[in-house]
């Protein structure tokens, strides 16, 4: 690991918080981070360095997945620097910059400066600009940029955002952050799909008969009203995570397993996906929104009586899809994606549902057939379950299904955000989202933004507490399947 800056833009904010100080101190604890290093926080507010140190301590305290030691903790304080930045004023980098190669020289460390962007994204090119006019971009070693999301709204603005971008940052420099891809199982698909010749053998069209990716909240709008009003599921959820997960389900196995044989892999998927128009989106394409219900016991605001939400909004808190990926590989085998708020459960999953040759020889006792499912568990639980049939001799022989499961119970495991960082400051972007895919995903999605936005997409309500509304189940039911 190379000895480093990280200068956090950003660093008094609720994903700092939350989530980068903490992901570093464990990177700390685990001497993942070079011996020497330097770490400067900016943020809008004037802090003295002390108050923001006694900031910091309280994230890690509060945030850290590590118990506290004391020692440890007083040491990684002491990298820390921070220093008050409008980031909008060109002339106030010159001071971040002096602070930047100052802590370089007494901690004799080599130019290497790695930016985090975790400010609002009106700020992400105005920054990037900045540090490359001010000189922080200028660095004898390296330098890379780690940008939050939203990247863009729609396909124009991602375009412009990357063309600001690339004006200060090569591609290669660009580390587009999509937490998901930090999630263990999620970094674990290539290797189900891949290190098990078994699975690997099955993996397409001959086998497969369709694939399920789910991702449910029990939670509503929260306290993000103004956010999400504008962003909506389809933003917030489909064109990133969802997208995302698709790819790598999808994907063939690269000739090499490289961030790039990856990347390119990822990249084919999105150019085979059938693009959506005027009459395929009313068909494929379902847009729901949360009503008054129950969960849990407990009853529930409907999404317009939500404090901060219009009356009048038809935001998508709900989007249930169909994809094809029109390519040799999974011809005819439709991809089901659904994710929504103040759903039954919160649960992400994939589930690969297999072919029946048999066409159900085998059936349950309400004659409903046994399809073999694989089901690959992303959060809250961490697995891997295969759906086998099997005789159950203690019920008079009926086939049954079993799972044969495993499920990682290993506690303290990383989080998405320490894998992440940790990967980009060895320069791996493997799990990081490449322009051209993130390109190619609004490409998809802009014609589901446009009916949205012209109204002319049906918008389904479905009560708070079901798994959506029925029309996203006649979506499947047209195919002869259903949701598991
Ligand atoms: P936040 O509003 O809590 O913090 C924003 C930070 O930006 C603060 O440190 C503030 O001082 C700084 N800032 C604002 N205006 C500034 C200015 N003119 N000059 C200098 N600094 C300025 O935001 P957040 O929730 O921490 O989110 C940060 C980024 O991360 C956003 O892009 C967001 O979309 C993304 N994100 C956040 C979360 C989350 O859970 N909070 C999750 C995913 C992505």
Same mark, same amino acid.
């Given at each position: 690991?190379?000895?480093?800056?990280?200068?956090?833009?950003?660093?008094?904010?609720?994903?700092?918080?939350?989530?980068?100080?903490?992901?570093?101190?464990?990177?700390?604890?685990?001497?993942?981070?070079?011996?020497?290093?330097?770490?400067?926080?900016?943020?809008?507010?004037?802090?003295?360095?002390?108050?923001?140190?006694?900031?910091?301590?309280?994230?890690?305290?509060?945030?850290?997945?590590?118990?506290?030691?004391?020692?440890?903790?007083?040491?990684?304080?002491?990298?820390?620097?921070?220093?008050?930045?409008?980031?909008?004023?060109?002339?106030?980098?010159?001071?971040?910059?002096?602070?930047?190669?100052?802590?370089?020289?007494?901690?004799?460390?080599?130019?290497?400066?790695?930016?985090?962007?975790?400010?609002?994204?009106?700020?992400?090119?105005?920054?990037?600009?900045?540090?490359?006019?001010?000189?922080?971009?200028?660095?004898?070693?390296?330098?890379?940029?780690?940008?939050?999301?939203?990247?863009?709204?729609?396909?124009?603005?991602?375009?412009?955002?990357?063309?600001?971008?690339?004006?200060?940052?090569?591609?290669?420099?660009?580390?587009?952050?999509?937490?998901?891809?930090?999630?263990?199982?999620?970094?674990?698909?290539?290797?189900?799909?891949?290190?098990?010749?078994?699975?690997?053998?099955?993996?397409?069209?001959?086998?497969?008969?369709?694939?399920?990716?789910?991702?449910?909240?029990?939670?509503?709008?929260? +306290? *993000?009203?103004?956010?999400? $009003?504008?962003?909506? @599921?389809? %933003?917030?959820?489909?064109? #990133?995570? =969802?997208?995302?997960?698709?790819?790598?389900?999808?994907?063939?196995?690269?000739?090499?397993?490289?961030?790039?044989?990856?990347?390119?892999?990822?990249?084919?998927?999105?150019?085979?996906?059938?693009?959506?128009?005027?009459?395929?989106?009313?068909?494929?394409?379902?847009?729901?929104?949360?009503?008054?219900?129950?969960?849990?016991?407990?009853?529930?605001?409907?999404?317009?009586?939500?404090?901060?939400? +219009? *009356?009048?909004?038809?935001? $998508?808190?709900?989007? @249930?899809? %169909?994809?094809?990926?029109? #390519?040799? =590989?999974?011809?005819?085998?439709?991809?089901?994606?659904?994710?929504?708020?103040?759903?039954?459960?919160?649960?992400?999953?994939?589930?690969?549902?297999?072919?029946?040759?048999?066409?159900?020889?085998?059936?349950?006792?309400?004659?409903?057939?046994?399809?073999?499912?694989?089901?690959?568990?992303?959060?809250?639980?961490?697995?891997?379950?295969?759906?086998?049939?099997?005789?159950?001799?203690?019920?008079?022989?009926?086939?049954?299904?079993?799972?044969?499961?495993?499920?990682?119970?290993?506690?303290?495991?990383?989080?998405?955000?320490?894998?992440?960082?940790?990967?980009?400051?060895?320069?791996?972007?493997?799990?990081?989202?490449?322009?051209?895919?993130?390109?190619?995903?609004?490409?998809?999605?802009?014609?589901?933004?446009?009916?949205?936005?012209?109204?002319?997409?049906?918008?389904?309500?479905?009560?708070?507490?079901?798994?959506?509304?029925?029309?996203?189940?006649?979506?499947?039911?047209?195919?002869?399947?259903?949701?598991?």
């Amino acid at each position: 690991m190379d000895s480093m800056t990280f200068v956090l833009f950003g660093a008094t904010g609720d994903l700092a918080k939350r989530k980068i100080f903490p992901a570093l101190y464990n990177l700390f604890l685990d001497e993942k981070l070079a011996p020497n290093f330097s770490i400067v926080g900016s943020g809008r507010s004037p802090m003295e360095q002390e108050e923001f140190s006694e900031y910091v301590e309280q994230s890690l305290k509060t945030f850290s997945r590590r118990e506290d030691n004391d020692s440890r903790m007083k040491e990684f304080l002491s990298f820390i620097r921070y220093m008050a930045v409008d980031v909008t004023q060109k002339d106030e980098y010159a001071q971040l910059l002096d602070l930047v190669t100052s802590r370089e020289k007494e901690l004799n460390l080599p130019e290497n400066r790695l930016f985090y962007l975790s400010v609002a994204p009106q700020f992400f090119d105005v920054i990037a600009s900045n540090i490359q006019q001010s000189g922080l971009g200028s660095t004898k070693g390296w330098k890379r940029l780690i940008i939050e999301k939203p990247f863009g709204h729609d396909l124009p603005s991602a375009r412009e955002l990357n063309a600001k971008l690339s004006k200060s940052f090569e591609e290669e420099e660009i580390y587009r952050i999509d937490h998901y891809l930090g999630k263990p199982m999620v970094q674990n698909l290539e290797a189900i799909e891949f290190a098990n010749p078994i699975l690997q053998a099955l993996w397409n069209k001959r086998h497969i008969a369709n694939v399920q990716i789910t991702a449910s909240e029990i939670v509503g709008v929260e +306290e *993000r009203a103004g956010y999400y $009003d504008n962003s909506g @599921a389809i %933003r917030d959820m489909i064109q #990133n995570h =969802m997208l995302q997960m698709m790819m790598l389900t999808a994907m063939h196995i690269p000739e090499k397993v490289s961030a790039n044989g990856i990347r390119e892999e990822k990249k084919k998927v999105m150019e085979a996906l059938r693009p959506l128009n005027p009459e395929n989106i009313n068909t494929d394409v379902i847009r729901g929104q949360y009503s008054s219900g129950e969960i849990k016991g407990e009853k529930v605001i409907g999404y317009i009586d939500e404090p901060g939400i +219009e *009356r009048t909004s038809k935001n $998508d808190t709900f989007i @249930a899809a %169909r994809l094809w990926v029109d #390519n040799e =590989m999974w011809e005819g085998v439709p991809f089901y994606l659904r994710t929504g708020k103040r759903m039954t459960e919160k649960s992400t999953r994939i589930v690969i549902e297999f072919k029946d040759p048999l066409r159900g020889v085998y059936k349950d006792e309400a004659g409903n057939a046994l399809p073999n499912l694989l089901t690959i568990e992303i959060n809250p639980n961490a697995g891997v379950s295969l759906q086998l049939n099997s005789k159950n001799l203690l019920n008079e022989g009926k086939v049954e299904p079993i799972n044969v499961m495993f499920y990682s119970n290993e506690e303290n495991v990383p989080e998405a955000y320490e894998l992440l960082i940790h990967d980009a400051l060895l320069g791996d972007p493997t799990f990081f989202a490449h322009w051209n895919e993130v390109e190619l995903a609004w490409k998809w999605v802009q014609p589901i933004l446009d009916a949205f936005e012209a109204d002319t997409a049906p918008l389904h309500h479905y009560k708070a507490g079901s798994m959506g509304p029925e029309a996203s189940d006649k979506l499947l039911a047209e195919n002869g399947f259903k949701w598991w």
